[in-house]
C-alpha cells in the first residue's frame, strides 16, 4: 500500500513540475530571456576559461579597489566561482518562476526574476572583463 501512495505522490509532483515548466516556457518574454542568459552564461564560462588557461603564476587578481588597489587576490581556480554563481542565481530564479505560475501576476513576477538574472549574467561577463584586463594588461 506504501509503495503505491508513494509512487502517485511521485507522479503527481512530477506533473505539477512539467505543468509549471510548460507555463512557463509558453511565455514569449520567458524564452528570449532564457536564451540570452544562456549566451551570457557560455560567455562567462569560457571569460573564465581563458582567464585560467592564459595565467602564468600562482595568484590571480580577484578585485580592485579605485582608492586601495588590490584588495582581493586568490587562487587561480576561484575565477570559476564568478560564473558558477551567475548559474547559481539564473537556476534560483528560473525555478522561482515556474513556482509562481499560478499566481495572479505570474507575468509580472517571471519578468522581474528572469531580467534580474540576465542582468546578473551580463554583470558577471563584466566583472570577468575587468578581471581580465587587471591580470593582463
Known sequence: MA???LYARFYSFRQE???A???LWRFTSSRIYFGLA???QLAGWLQAAY???NLSGDLLVLHYNIDFGIDLVGAPWRIFLYPAYGLGIFLFN???A???HRRFHFRIFANLLLSSALIFSLLICLAL???YLINFR
Open 51 to 53: 582567464i585560467y588557461r
Open 38 to 40: 544562456c549566451l551570457f
Open 129 to 131: 572583463m575587468f578581471i
Open 98 to 100: 515556474a513556482a509562481l
Open 94 to 96: 528560473w525555478l522561482l
Open 3 to 5: 509503495y503505491s501512495n
Open 21 to 23: 515548466f510548460s507555463t
Open 17 to 19: 513540475v512539467a505543468a
